[in-house]
């Protein structure tokens, strides 16, 4: 068993007041309130709960709620149930709605509270928006989630019907082992050969000495327990939403599927501003320079940044909250269009102005936008013992490596397809998906699509991908993989690469070959897998092209 990292509460910010503030079923929850120079007069508040210490230096709240009360905020940061000073057990989503109503009716009790609230935060603190969303607190008056979705870490639910479904995270049974054990976090390495995974998770609980109520909830025997016991979000009252998606954010998946409910839902829509950001979900972006790229950022260093990532939730809530000027002084979605300058504003997303590109994979490795009239196929191995490794080190922090995703191409186990290179500057903008015809030997058969900018000088950036799983491989069946949205300028010169594979570990879990499951399975066996090219059945990419679209040289 590999060390395990033990990662207590910080010390509360000077800043600060904690309080512990009783839920309706007496349980106290801790929380720091930060008031402008300490004045008490009743204002505006903004509400952060999460469960990564409101102390401590990952999430750096401190210095956000300073950010926040200079622009004359009253700022309430606490530590979800179970976490860190909380009380409670650390029952991962399940508590967030109903605490989050008695935290904001709480706010609205205080002397230095003048009844309106909003809410911030990225991902687990920006899923806790959602949930006190579902409650429909009067006092809740807009929230600004950021890289975050409804169905944030939900294991893949497995049913005998299913033709497709989601390929597992591995972090999906690693987050409640770590940040979700018990009051403090633990860390600790998955070990890629030993098998099963499941063991390692049983020798880590062994190792602390006592086990996670979260993980125990998800496996070995699933207990869905509803997130949002008074209704789902979309199902509440619609209030004012800024909606940020990172381009590179791995959970942007579940951004974009609550845009699609959104846009079901007319009054939801009406109340819906989005933002589309070059980002990761660590805040990461494109054009960071390479000395700006650190993993443990200093304090200067966020300091600087809080700015971008902070000024658009301000602004959203100076008219929402404040109620300072009209909805119309928010563009309805503003969207950066990586490798240039600045944000641009559309009414809607995609901007208006694009047409679909399909570009189609021939026996010849290339990609061409004319269909291929003669069929074929193309053959790989996947072996769990030897993996097609993920491109980072951290899923979550893409941007900040930016890896050349060229090599993995050299692998046999990579299929790899090129384009011809573009003859002027073409903006993919939109959305993107891959259609394919595939089987396997085996019983059941992943495949990974990845979608790369080829330079001239032979690295590959990947701008888009997508995964699925075909529960039944053994007989050849169309597959549609959603490769998410796109927002890239691909240079003049420069060629679109496509890798299939059937492994991306350890971001994703390996299928053992076995058709057990991958988190439990004990069992290795290689399989056979195969893909159409050409014909109606053929590989396919479709990407969206903005205005002039771009031309193969």
């Known amino acids: 068993m590999t060390e395990i990292e033990r990662v207590g509460p910080a010390p509360v910010s000077p800043l600060a007041a904690e309080q512990l503030v009783r839920m309706r079923d007496g349980v106290h929850l801790a929380t720091d309130v930060y008031l402008p120079g300490g004045d008490d007069a009743p204002g505006d508040t903004i509400l952060i709960r999460l469960p990564y210490d409101k102390s401590g230096s990952y999430t750096f709240i401190p210095l956000i709620a300073e950010y926040l009360m200079s622009h004359g905020y009253r700022v309430v940061a606490q530590d979800v149930r179970g976490k860190f000073r909380s009380e409670g057990d650390a029952l991962i989503f399940v508590n967030e709605a109903r605490d989050g109503f008695d935290t904001i009716e709480w706010i609205t009790q205080q002397t230095w509270s003048n009844g309106r609230v909003a809410m911030w935060g990225d991902s687990y603190y920006g899923y806790t928006q959602w ?41 999906t049974y690693l987050y409640p082992l770590s940040y979700f054990h018990s009051q403090d976090a633990y860390f600790w390495a998955l070990d890629p050969a030993r098998r099963p995974f499941s063991a390692q998770a049983e020798e880590a609980m062994d190792a602390i000495g006592s086990r996670s109520i979260s993980y ?81 950022r200093p304090e200067e260093q966020i300091r600087r940044e809080l700015p971008r990532m902070l000024d658009p939730a301000l602004e959203f809530f100076d008219v929402f909250v404040r109620g300072n000027g009209s909805a119309a002084d928010i563009p309805r979605v503003a ?114 699509v990845r979608v790369l900018d080829l330079a001239p000088d032979g690295t590959a950036l990947r701008i888009a991908r997508g995964q699925v799983q075909l529960a039944d491989a053994s007989r050849p069946t169309d597959v549609d993989v959603d490769l998410g949205q796109v927002s890239y300028r691909l240079g003049a010169g420069h060629r679109i690469r496509v890798h299939l594979s059937s492994s991306d570990f350890p971001e994703f879990l390996p299928e053992p070959g076995t058709g057990e499951h991958p988190w439990s399975a004990t069992g290795m066996r290689a399989n056979r897998q195969t893909v159409a090219l050409g014909g109606e059945s053929g590989l396919t990419i479709a990407l969206s092209v903005l205005a002039e679209e771009g031309v193969l040289a």
């Open 131 to 171: 949930a006190a969303v579902s409650t429909q607190h009067p006092a809740l008056k807009a929230i600004a989630p950021r890289v975050t979705g409804t169905q944030l870490g939900e294991p893949v639910h497995r049913h005998p019907g299913d033709i497709t479904r989601p390929v597992e995270w591995a972090v």
């Open 216 to 296: 125990d909830q998800w496996f070995p025997r699933p207990v869905h327990l509803p997130r949002f016991p008074d209704g789902t979000p979309f199902d509440a009252r619609a209030i004012p939403v800024l909606h940020t998606i990172g381009l590179w954010d791995n959970c942007a998946p579940l951004s974009w599927a609550d845009v699609a409910e959104i846009e079901r839902r007319p009054a939801w829509a009406l109340n819906h501003f989005l933002r589309i950001e070059a980002m990761d979900h660590e805040s990461f972006y494109l054009d960071d320079p390479a000395e700006a790229r650190i993993e443990d």
């Open 335 to 448: 969207w950066a269009l990586a490798g240039t300058e600045g944000m641009r504003r559309a009414p809607s997303w995609p901007p208006p102005g694009t047409r679909e590109l399909r570009l189609h994979a021939t026996a010849q490795a290339e990609l061409t936008a004319s269909a291929v009239a003669e069929s074929g196929e193309a053959t790989w191995t996947h072996d769990p013992a030897d993996l097609v490794p993920s491109s980072v080190p951290n899923a979550f922090a893409f941007l900040l490596f930016q890896p050349d995703e060229a090599p993995l191409g050299e692998r046999d186990d990579v299929l790899v397809f090129t384009s011809a290179p573009f003859e002027q500057d073409t903006d993919l903008v939109g959305s993107a998906s891959a259609r394919a015809r595939i089987s396997s030997d085996g019983p059941v058969m992943d495949l990974f």
